[in-house]
């Protein structure tokens, strides 16, 4: 039997592991980072557009801080996200970004003086204070109060993930490449590391731990249609799943971006619009102000991408030989601006549409694009259900993005999230809990399960072609399970992806080779994919609302007396063919937010009965309090800097001081 | 509209699995071309309609990671960006040279690129760890955007497929890594000195083994300018070596 022993087993190479396992490992611990790819070719390398944080240094930043950033957040999740998380994220971004720059990211810059943008298809002169200059600049992007989205030209994700691996290489902390977790070890309380399958050699090993960490990206690959990498299929998720004790939440909340290339799926980032870049119709007509007067093309994704599908339907659509789709055009920023800031999307639109983006308009339609669920995590980025086991990044809900998150603050969520699960892991694995008291029969047991699973896949005798039956189900969820949801299609889904299930228990693998084999790859994971793709499903059945990204004609309203609540989804049972749902309710009564209009969307919330209540608790401690500084007043609402690391509780300076 | 007959495709795939007893082989395959098809598309047809067992390797599928580095015709290149409209009916694909293979179109460049990571410690250098609570040190944004020029390297391996030295010498770190130190020369926030720098790439293992061939620069698909770069740490080199 093969065993190899590690204090910290982090499963994930991309930005949110790489942050976490450098936090242990700087803490002393012995790290060990497995990834089905070498780390910087993790998809955390194709974000674009840039990361959230509220440094305040631009003039369109002024006035910026942590408040105005959580409530931008709490709004683009329309309420459903954990404010005590949200107000960690916000306070902790301005260090993320800070020790990235440390780090070696080249953050562009303020240039002091004046310069031209684009707003609101206008052109516009900014002038940026002289004593900015040189320090981190920031853009605008969707469903963002302030200009806080700080980039590096349009490869802000690839700056960021090559600082931060090289800085795991620095730290010396071994990447295991090209090895997937199938199986977490655990014995139905506490997780002890995971079942690793060698993508080369085929050769399963126990990895044994004090902590897990699951740091596996998010889960587009369910969809046909996504901005998503190949290798993005939820696995970290689907194996916590599948220990039958791990909890996820909130699998209905997916996310569709505005701006993928139509039909290729490639993302053109949010960074178009945030720079002035508009949508428009096959009449060339600019749509998106006749629908939302107040935000236009930078209303929330959610928002945006229905209004894109709803234009579409009432037939204002471009025709392709591929079908209907919508244009972006940039063609007002500029060949410079373009040159400079928005290099990635010209590559891809010479690349895969053999235009100008300087020049012609980029045909878009919305594109699957982001996991708001994933493993149900508390506070500190522990895992509900099992000790031992964490999660961090897009696999987790730690719930910062509730039903929608904002474009920018996913990649700062990965830096501020492994900032702080890293410094706990490194606490459990300083305390009695952290012991190493694994049997190495609860290994072996694990071990010839997975044998028999893979054994089975290959010897089995099946009929069914797992490519075939993957394809049915990614085009089952981009059909009915997208951007506009409603009972009778998701019933539908329901039936047809158990169906599905059924069926892919005889799967044929013809390719016998015990090492690489693609087909058995997609064999084993197309069997947890069909069960995030229930979990999706039959979260989006059972949530009789409309909240974020989960729309439904059918109850198109969004219904907090009913639904402030978390979804929650286990399979207990390895034979059931559902998952066991439940919920979690979220307190209105110690929101520092209480539930509102979101400022863009639509207005017709059905109100939840402490809301009210709340909100004149929440002004009368305003009130009563009107000589008392914004840290004090925020720390009476809703105290948070104890969940915090101690490192990471110090105020945020900015160069203009505190607004 | 009638759609025009769509070419017949005819690709040369280089074979292998390292431990099997069959030598290198080309084979064939034949598909339809359709409408934007690129090698992504191409490859991923013909593993799920002819052959499951085909090996590649495909993350971003936008030219954005460097997954897919593979000979096209001879010439190193990424797959997922390369349209088969641009090739013509017939045409080859193999894996990249240099880098161990993992079979078939897959190599494995990862721990290439961790190797020479380690060596040249492609990281910052600093003395004192960040205060995170304060101001960010200043940058020129000029500055900021020069290193981000380097940045942009994907480690795709294409510049070490193309090298003439690499070839021969297993050591050498190549455009990838020249250009790394390149950067990190730059990077007023990494404390290391030309003295460092010659220290690690002031040797054949290092700048003074390109040939000047720069087969990398004509290669590179991010169009990174690695004649310029190697050419001006060549002369910092040179004039650290004459100290
Ligand atoms: C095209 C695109 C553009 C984006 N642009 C932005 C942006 O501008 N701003 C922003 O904030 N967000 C953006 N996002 C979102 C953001 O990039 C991601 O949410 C984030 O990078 C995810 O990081 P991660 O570390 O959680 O996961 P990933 O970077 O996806 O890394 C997952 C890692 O897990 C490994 N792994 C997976 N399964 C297993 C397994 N079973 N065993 C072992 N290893 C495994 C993989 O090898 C990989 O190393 C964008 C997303 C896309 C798709």
Not at chain 1, 83 to 105: C, D, I, N, S, Y
Not at chain 2, 26 to 39: N, P, W, Y
Request: hydrophobic letters at 40%.
């Amino acid at each position: 039997m093969r065993i190899f022993y590690t204090d910290v087993l982090v499963v994930g190479g991309g930005l949110a592991g790489l942050r976490a396992a450098v936090g242990a490992r700087r803490r002393g611990h012995d790290v060990t980072i497995l990834s089905l790819v070498p780390p910087k070719r993790s998809h955390s390398a194709a974000a674009q557009g840039g990361m959230q944080a509220s440094l305040a240094n631009t003039t369109k930043g002024a006035g910026d801080n942590e408040d105005v950033h959580f409530e931008d957040t709490v709004r683009g999740s329309d309420w459903g996200c954990d404010q005590v998380v949200a107000r960690m994220f916000a306070h902790t971004a301005p260090k993320a970004v800070r020790e990235l720059a440390a780090w070696g990211v080249p953050w562009n810059r303020v240039t002091a003086g004046t310069r031209e943008v684009v707003m609101d298809g206008k052109h516009v002169t900014l002038e940026e204070p002289a004593l900015a200059h040189g320090l981190i600049t920031a853009r605008d992007f969707g469903g963002t109060k302030k200009w806080r989205t700080c980039y590096v030209s349009d490869g802000t994700g690839h700056a960021m993930l090559y600082a931060v691996s090289d800085r795991a290489i620095a730290e010396g902390i071994p990447v295991h490449e090209r090895k997937e977790a199938i199986a977490l070890i655990h014995d139905g309380g506490r997780c002890h590391g995971a079942i690793v399958r060698d993508l080369v050699s085929g050769d399963l090993t126990a990895y044994l731990a004090r902590a897990t960490c699951i740091a596996t990206g998010g889960f587009g690959r369910l969809y046909r249609s996504t901005t998503n990498a190949v290798i993005n299929e939820g696995m970290g998720a689907a194996i916590a799943l599948e220990t039958g004790a791990a909890t996820l939440a909130n699998m209905e909340a997916v996310q569709f971006h505005p701006t993928a290339i139509f039909p290729a799926g490639i993302l053109v980032t949010e960074g178009c619009r945030g720079d002035g870049g508009v949508l428009r119709d096959a009449a060339g007509h600019r749509f998106m102000p006749d629908y939302e007067p107040e935000k236009k093309e930078l209303a929330s994704r959610d928002v945006v991408s229905r209004r894109m599908e709803q234009h579409l339907r009432a037939g204002h659509g471009a025709t392709s030989p591929f079908g209907q789709h919508l244009w972006l055009d940039i063609t007002l920023l500029g060949t410079a601006h373009i040159d400079g800031k928005l290099r990635e999307v010209k590559e891809i639109c010479r690349n895969f549409l053999g235009i100008d983006p300087a020049r012609d308009w980029i045909a878009v339609r919305p594109a699957q694009h982001y996991s708001m669920g994933g493993i149900r995590t508390d506070a500190t980025g522990a895992a509900r259900g099992l000790v031992g086991l964490y999660a961090c990044g897009e696999a987790a809900c730690w719930d910062l993005h509730g039903f929608n998150r904002l474009g920018g603050n996913s990649v700062a969520e990965t830096v501020v999230a492994g900032m702080i699960v890293g410094e706990h892991i490194a606490d459990l694995c300083e305390s009695s809990d952290g012991d190493l008291t694994f049997s190495t029969a609860l290994a072996a047991e694990f071990l010839s399960r997975e044998e028999a699973r893979l054994g089975a896949l290959l010897h089995g005798g099946g009929a069914e072609s797992p490519v075939a039956l993957m394809t049915r189900m990614q085009t089952l969820m981009t059909d009915n399970v997208g951007i506009f949801r409603r009972g009778d299609l998701l019933q539908d889904a329901v039936t047809e992806l158990r169906a599905l299930s059924v069926r892919a228990r005889n799967l044929h693998v013809g390719t016998q080779r015990r090492g690489a084999n693609p087909e058995l790859v997609t064999a084993y994971r197309l069997q947890r994919m069909l069960k995030l793709s229930l979990c999706v499903t039959e979260g989006a059945l059972a949530r009789t609302e409309s909240r974020g990204a989960h729309f439904r004609e059918d109850y198109p309203r969004r219904d907090d007396a009913t639904w402030l609540q978390r979804t929650l989804a286990t399979w207990p049972d390895p034979e059931q063919a559902t998952p066991t749902l439940a919920y979690e309710p979220l307190d209105v009564m110690s929101m520092e937010l209480p539930p509102g209009w979101r400022g863009y969307g639509a207005r017709d919330a059905i109100e939840h009965p402490d809301t009210e209540r709340r909100a004149r608790e929440v002004a009368a401690l305003r009130e009563a309090r009107p000589a008392a500084d914004r840290h004090a007043l925020q720390a009476a609402l809703l105290p948070f800097l104890h969940l915090l690391p101690p490192r990471l509780r110090g105020p945020n300076a900015r160069a203009g001081g505190d607004a | 509209m009638s759609a025009p007959t769509p070419r017949r495709l005819t690709i040369h795939i280089l074979r292998s699995a390292p431990g099997d007893d069959a030598t290198p082989h080309f084979e064939a395959f034949r598909i339809d071309e359709s409408e934007g098809m690129t090698l992504f598309i191409a490859l991923n047809e013909i593993r799920a309609n002819l052959d499951p067992s085909l090996q590649f390797d495909f993350v971003c599928r936008a030219g954005i990671c460097g997954s897919c580095g593979m000979l096209i015709n001879g010439r190193p290149g990424l797959a997922c960006s390369t349209l088969t409209h641009d090739l013509g009916t017939e045409f080859t694909l193999a894996p990249l040279p240099v880098f161990a293979v993992i079979g078939d179109l897959s190599v494995d460049t990862g721990r290439w690129m961790r190797a020479m990571s380690e060596r040249l410690e492609t990281w910052i250098h600093a003395t004192t760890d960040a205060d995170l609570d304060a101001v960010e040190p200043r940058m020129e944004p000029a500055l900021a955007e020069a290193i981000y020029e380097a940045d942009r390297c994907i480690e795709c391996g294409c510049c070490i497929a193309a090298c003439g030295t690499a070839q021969m010498r297993p050591d050498f770190v190549g455009a990838v890594g020249l250009n790394k130190i390149a950067r990190f020369r730059l990077d007023p926030r990494d404390e290391r000195e030309d003295a460092d720098h010659y220290a690690l790439v002031g040797n054949d293992d290092g700048v003074f083994g390109c040939m000047t061939l720069l087969g990398c620069h004509d290669v590179c698909p991010k169009g990174l300018s690695l004649r310029s770069q190697i050419a001006y740490l060549r002369r910092g080199m040179a004039a650290q070596g004459l100290r």
